[in-house]
């Protein structure tokens, strides 16, 4: 008798396939304004790392999607205001950032502006908005620290091992090919990956097996990969024996 995997993928590959959704076009760079154009040069000899400029043009790329309709705002007050609200408030559902982010995002204006030649004044009002942004991050901060500590009184590593058993023995009662099974296999992995080093929802999203996460000759399994929000190398090193076993 075929497995049960065997039978469900013979079932799947049988079903009636629906019609192909014609593949979106990759959204255009946003233009930047031709104030911002001009600055650039300037900033671009500042930045000696390649990795630096390509960040600094994703923050600006992004501030420029958020004015992208707008006539050239130039660099002040008004300016930051309106990227800070669209950032953390306005923009469409998955692509709202946290304060800290969209502080980043303006910081990388007022380097284009200070490099670039803009009027010190108009920067220094920009550095208002940030440091407003910078005090509700710090605020959020405490919110993340109260659930890590809510954590640590449920018994830190602890409690997580004890929720990796559970979903471990839930996928093992459930026959193989139900997707509750997948799921939770993936809930243990993700878990005890995260308890070697924890990293950023996005970056979790991007690993895969036999790239960021590798098994080594001799058995061991290591975790590397590269921030996407920073473009900085990261990594977990060697895996746990506990873990990786």
Request: with cysteine.
């Amino acid at each position: 008798t075929a497995s049960a995997l065997e039978v469900k993928r013979a079932w799947v590959a049988a079903r009636p396939r629906p019609a192909q959704r014609a593949r979106r076009a990759p959204a255009p760079k946003p233009a930047w304004p031709d104030s911002w154009r001009r600055m650039w040069p300037a900033l671009e000899r500042a930045l000696s790392r390649e990795s630096t400029r390509a960040r600094y043009r994703a923050s600006i790329d992004r501030c420029a999607q958020c004015l992208d309709e707008r006539d050239d705002p130039g660099l002040g007050f008004l300016t930051a205001v309106t990227l800070a609200e669209e950032l953390t408030e306005h923009a469409g559902e998955g692509r709202r950032v946290a304060p800290i982010t969209a502080a980043n995002y303006i910081e990388a204006l007022i380097s284009l502006g200070r490099h670039g030649g803009a009027d010190r004044a108009s920067l220094a009002a920009m550095q208002v908005v940030t440091r407003d942004l910078r005090g509700r991050a710090r605020a959020g901060e405490k919110r993340k620290t109260a659930r890590i500590e809510d954590l640590m009184d449920r018994g830190g590593f602890a409690a997580v091992t004890e929720r990796v058993a559970r979903l471990r023995d839930e996928a093992d009662r459930l026959p193989a090919h139900a997707a509750r099974r997948v799921r939770c296999r993936q809930a243990v992995a993700l878990c005890l990956l995260l308890m070697n080093k924890p990293a950023r929802t996005g970056d979790v999203a991007r690993w895969r097996l036999g790239e960021e996460l590798r098994r080594e000759r001799d058995g061991t399994w290591r975790l590397a990969w590269s921030q996407s929000k920073t473009c900085r190398p990261d990594e977990a090193g060697a895996l746990w024996p506990e873990v990786a076993a």
